[in-house]
């Protein structure tokens, strides 16, 4: 599937990978916004999707929203798009399966909170990543100043916030923006190996675990558990279940089937 300013690729064992792809650098507009939510409600709809990696089809993974365009809004017309971009981000935190964010060259304000909407970021080691907006005057509102204190935690990511610095990819390891930092032409490599790592897995155990982590973060720990136990018991009667054991037992490698 492909429209004006993305591309989806469906490769082997459910792997997904969505490419933007509106040089230079991406920028936020409404057409690669919308582009963006339709494909994200196409991959929702996809039952065999296991895995989706989002990345750049061009030097620069996202460089936040298109100013040139934001400048010919009127105010109503902003308090229409920004909850439109929030939107996206929502929909791939949404996801019910493993998002890996790709990054490459630059990663600002709504580029970076795309990346924090994903589950997992790797960083090739040119990137450039922050949240800008204090700098303009306006603040993160699509997921920002939420998702970056649970990743970092609140003080960490008000320095971000605040400052409105761009860091290197070896800074955004450290503070635990990333999850890995590796060579810029190694980048899709790697995602692609994180991919089928995960993709290797079983596909219901896969998505009840995401469910089990992400229900159970705001909850007290005893809530929490027991979202964990009803969540295990979603794998028991499936037939991955079965052939994993079947697997261990002939000494080869499990085929799962997502059922």
């Known amino acids: 599937m492909s429209a004006r300013c993305v591309r989806l690729d469906a490769g082997d064992n459910g792997i997904r990978t969505l490419s933007m792809d509106r040089p230079p ?24 999707a296991r895995v989706l990696v989002l990345r750049s089809g061009g030097k620069h993974f996202c460089a936040g929203a ?44 709504g580029g970076c909170e795309l990346a924090l909407a994903c ?8 990137t450039k990543i922050g949240l800008r907006e204090t700098a303009l005057a306006i603040i993160p509102a699509a997921g920002g100043t939420q998702r970056l204190p649970r990743l970092i935690g609140p003080a960490r990511a008000k320095r971000w916030i605040f400052a409105a610095e761009m860091h290197s990819a070896d800074v955004a390891a450290r503070d635990g923006v990333a999850d890995r930092v590796v060579p810029a032409d190694r980048l899709d490599d790697e995602a692609a190996s994180l991919a089928a790592a995960i993709a290797a897995n079983g596909p219901v155990a896969i998505r009840l675990a995401k469910a089990a ?11 929490a558990l027991r979202l964990e136990w009803e969540s295990y018991q979603g794998v028991l009667e499936t037939e991955d279940r079965i052939e994993a054991l079947r697997a261990f037992e002939e000494k080869r490698p499990p085929r799962f089937r997502g059922a």
């Open 213 to 223: 982590i992400e229900g159970g973060a705001d909850r007290p720990m005893a809530e």
């Open 119 to 126: 589950d997992l970021r790797i960083l090739a080691d040119d």
């Open 66 to 109: 298109d100013l040139k365009e934001r400048r010919s809004m009127s105010l109503d017309d902003v308090r229409a798009f920004v909850p439109r971009l929030a939107g996206v981000c929502n929909g791939l935190a949404d996801l019910p399966f493993p998002t890996i964010a790709a990054v490459r060259g630059a990663a600002a304000g």
């Open 25 to 48: 650098v991406n920028a936020l507009g409404h057409q690669l916004v919308s582009d963006l939510t339709a494909t994200i409600e196409q991959l929702r709809a996809d039952e065999q």
